[in-house]
């Protein structure tokens, strides 16, 4: 029928197509507040769509919710503070692109995970120290950055890593959100053209679904938007610690 054919472009089983609508939202409300809850999404898609199915399926969500929360916090985000990232990054997504094929898709997760956790301890530690801003270590910023560009290529798993590196920044919660919209805006931009002419992961069928879901993340947007506005500064970072915790663990699952 014409109309199955519009709602569900991938024509999947309404289940899956219930779940997907439920992805999208909570896209919406990780990327314009609680930060991380993306990370639950990731399996849920791949489970249903397969691995790399998911992920061209998953980015232009992604690449929404950034477009939303820029609209929100973008006079917030602390463009200078990622530029010494994103050449790391980039370099992890290119990377990426050539052994996405042949990569053990366990093994790597397993290790990714067990890197976030080691660094989500540090981080605690540093934080309940209260010491100084390691992010200003080149180190630092040089292995987060080639970790998080190989695994956003990947996976769009990269979330807890990128916010280990902007946690570690001590921002306000709105600077926060504004700066991590910029950094993802731009990588999940860049790697557009990668999922369509590389890995044909990106088709007219799955940007049909993206755009016929757009309103559901809208409606997540403004409800993570709603929900950051009740929850104070330490509070809410010990918050994004708690889901950083639970989605890097997932990653051994």
Known sequence: MLIEAIINPLNTDWTTWAITVACAFSVGVSKSGLKGMAMFVIPLLAHL???KASVGILLPFLLMGDLMALRFFYKKGKIKLILQLLPWAAIGILVAVFVGKQINDTQFKHTMGIAILICLLLLLFNEIKGKKDVSTSSAFSASLGLMGGFATMI?????????????????????????????????????????????????????????????VLVLGSYTGKKIVGYIPEKPYRYLIYSITLISATLLFF
């Open 49 to 51: 769509y397969g691995g």
């Open 155 to 215: 996976g769009n798993a990269a979330g807890p890593i990128f916010n280990l590196y902007l946690l570690s920044m001590r921002l306000p919660k709105e600077a926060y959100i504004g700066t991590g919209a910029w950094f993802y805006m731009i990588l999940n931009s860049s790697k557009i053209p990668l999922h369509i002419f590389s890995w044909g992961t990106i088709t007219w069928q799955t940007i049909h679904l993206n755009l016929l879901l757009f309103p």
